[in-house]
């Protein structure tokens, strides 16, 4: 297995708190990922990153900010979570027109 | 209309059935993933193709480019394959995003 780790792997917040998620790699994959998937909509991207300090948007963005200030690390920090962002979040990684390898998920409940 | 389309959405099977999951999409690829999703939500990559076949133990993953349709195929099907497969694929050379399908969920009755 790919090593990739997230953390929290569950977590309960309240609505207009603020949420960080880590995604972790040791396989030193240039590029990272974050999904959330939901009942009904699949997996869907929300930013990634192809450097350190390089990110950029996905589909579903707004509510979401990332940063990657080193390569094997990769957060994502909801500012101020809304009941709309109760999901589970998956990071990945991947080398250029490669495989991506997922970690374990991290599920999230807003209140 | 999604870009990815996947059926069956629920496929149940008998130990030993011969299994086939469909793939279309609407748009110019440069590659197609087949992901399989345990219950308990871990995400395993199966294949990545981008034309012919391929396979790997019981699993075996074609696509055809002219058509924009994959099928992922499973041999001798075991209670151990029950999960939700999912197909994605990459829109163009150095893309970096996926887009995914909804998943189709297999069950495979002992």
């Known amino acids: 297995d790919a090593g990739i780790t997230q953390s929290p792997r569950h977590k309960v917040t309240e609505t207009g708190t603020p949420v960080t998620l880590r995604c972790h790699q040791t396989?030193?994959?240039?590029?990272m990922y974050w999904y959330r998937q939901d009942p009904g909509h699949g997996l869907r991207l929300i930013h990634y990153?192809?450097?350190?300090?390089?990110?950029d948007k996905g589909e579903v963005s707004d509510g979401y900010s990332v940063s990657r200030s080193k390569t094997e690390d990769f957060l994502l920090t909801l500012e101020s979570a809304t009941s709309s962002q109760t999901s589970v979040y998956f990071c990945?990684?991947?080398?250029?027109?490669?495989?991506?390898?997922f970690g374990p998920g991290t599920r999230l409940t807003v209140t | 209309k999604n870009e990815v389309e996947q059926s069956p959405q629920n496929l149940t099977a008998q130990e030993g059935e011969f299994i086939t999951i469909n793939c279309s999409y609407s748009v110019g690829i440069s590659a197609l993933h087949w992901l399989q999703q345990h219950p308990g939500g871990g995400i395993v990559s199966l294949f990545m193709l981008s034309s012919g076949k391929k396979k790997h133990g019981r699993l075996i993953a074609t696509i055809n480019i002219q058509e924009k349709h994959s099928s992922l195929h499973i041999t001798a099907s075991h209670p151990r394959d029950s999960a939700v497969y999912i197909c994605a694929v990459r829109k163009g050379a150095g893309s970096y995003q996926l887009t995914f399908g909804k998943g189709t969920k297999l069950s495979v009755i002992p």
């Open positions: 396989e030193n994959h240039r590029y």
């Open positions: 990945a990684i991947s080398e250029l027109d490669r495989e991506q390898y």
């Open positions: 990153s192809y450097g350190v300090k390089d990110t």
